[in-house]
């Protein structure tokens, strides 16, 4: 496919300097662009590759002044990283759009209904009274349990597997591997010992416009639903537990787990190993470093670090009262001697 400059601005309500006409067929890093491709330049670390490039069409920022005679044509923006992304989303689903129909083997339940243009790739099982809403795409070996719902414009790419009674939303993309729906950690203990399994009988509900990565776990509720809600955007390997609660617009890196029934607010944001405790609340606009462990609700928005997870002033409080200590051990030390002789 071959795109001008001009239809890229217009996509992107940019503005052309050079070439209108310059064509594209392809992306491609700035530093390793070769003539035919789009790039662009968001950090300015890169600035010396735009005079170097081969690239036949860059974005750039609006406000971008360029030291050398550029080659390429240029489309200024006003934020040329979000532009950029705008066109990835657009080639993405112009590719997408291409996939339509059913392929073979699939099993799909009498009961099943689907809109139109959908895709339905091999190997995919579809239970009883599944609905597919228009122009979602279902990849190879996907697995859709009985009574499961899904929106619009949705993709579960290959090996994704849903539970029976779930929902999940339009415009939703759920990556390779990730599993919703599977049995809450839900035990009781008994007096010997042992323990019996709680049946866990509720659900998850995905709102619109979330994002899953790959090989990431959402367990479905004991009573009533696990709930991801629109905008939310979660990385791979992530553990969500029954009964949770993710707010719009939250994002949450890799190797996160949060336990049951915790609540997460809007517009939080979660560093890749951070582990929370269940039953309690995270209120809204929370940022949570790497690596930190929540063991309370926290109620006041902020950026939170350490092993525990406190206010980053206090934490850098006791960072330097650490240092402290060393300084004073070495003070004892020398007095020490000195009261020794």
């Known amino acids: 496919m071959q795109f001008p400059a001009a239809q890229i601005a217009l996509i992107v309500n940019g503005k052309i300097e050079g070439d209108p006409n310059s064509t594209v067929n392809s992306f491609g890093k700035i530093e390793e662009a070769i003539e035919g491709q789009?790039?662009?330049?968001?950090?300015?670390?890169?600035?010396?590759?735009?005079?170097?490039?081969?690239?036949?069409?860059?974005i750039v920022n609006e406000n971008f002044e360029a030291k050398q005679p550029v080659n390429?044509?240029?489309?200024?923006?006003?934020?040329?990283?979000?532009?950029?992304?705008?066109?990835l989303s657009k080639y993405q689903e112009i590719k997408q759009q291409q996939l339509s129909g059913i392929q073979q083997p699939v099993y799909m339940a009498p009961t099943v209904s689907y809109g139109k243009n959908v895709f339905i790739g091999a190997f995919a099982y579809l239970g009883e009274n599944v609905v597919v809403g228009n122009n979602?795409?279902?990849?190879?070996?996907?697995?859709?349990g009985d009574n499961v719902t899904l929106g619009e414009n949705s993709i579960l790419h290959p090996g994704v597997k849903i539970y029976h009674d779930c929902k999940v939303g339009n415009n939703v993309i759920i990556?390779?591997?990730t599993v919703i729906g599977s049995d809450g950690f839900g035990f009781a203990p008994q007096a010997d010992g042992s323990f019996i399994k709680v049946p866990q009988i509720g659900n998850v509900v995905i709102e619109d416009n979330v994002e899953?990565?790959?090989?990431?776990?959402?367990?479905?509720a004991?009573?009533?639903?696990?709930?991801?809600?629109?905008?939310?955007?979660?990385?791979?390997?992530?553990?969500?537990?029954?009964?949770?609660?993710?707010?719009?617009?939250?994002?949450?890196?890799?190797?996160?787990?949060?336990?049951?029934?915790?609540k997460i607010g809007k517009r939080c944001m979660i560093g890749g190993q951070s582990g929370i405790v269940g039953h309690i609340t995270i209120c809204d606009d929370v940022i949570i470093g790497a690596a930190v462990g929540v063991p309370k609700s926290i109620d006041k928005p902020g950026l939170y670090t350490g092993y525990r997870a406190r206010p980053v002033k206090e934490t850098l409080r006791m960072e330097v009262g650490m240092q402290n200590i060393r300084k004073l051990e070495d003070r004892i030390k020398e007095l020490e001697k000195k009261l020794s002789k």
């Open 212 to 220: 899953i990565g790959s090989n990431t776990t959402i367990d479905r």
């Open 38 to 58: 789009l790039s662009f330049l968001a950090n300015p670390k890169y600035e010396d590759y735009v005079y170097s490039t081969k690239a036949s069409v860059i």
């Open 222 to 262: 004991t009573i009533g639903s696990t709930l991801i809600k629109s905008g939310a955007k979660l990385d791979n390997l992530i553990q969500i537990a029954h009964n949770v609660v993710i707010d719009e617009n939250t994002v949450i890196a890799s190797q996160v787990g949060i336990a049951g029934s915790t």
């Open 72 to 87: 390429a044509t240029l489309i200024r923006v006003p934020d040329a990283y979000t532009a950029f992304a705008t066109l």
């Open 175 to 177: 990556h390779a591997g």
């Open 136 to 144: 979602t795409k279902i990849y190879p070996n996907v697995y859709v």
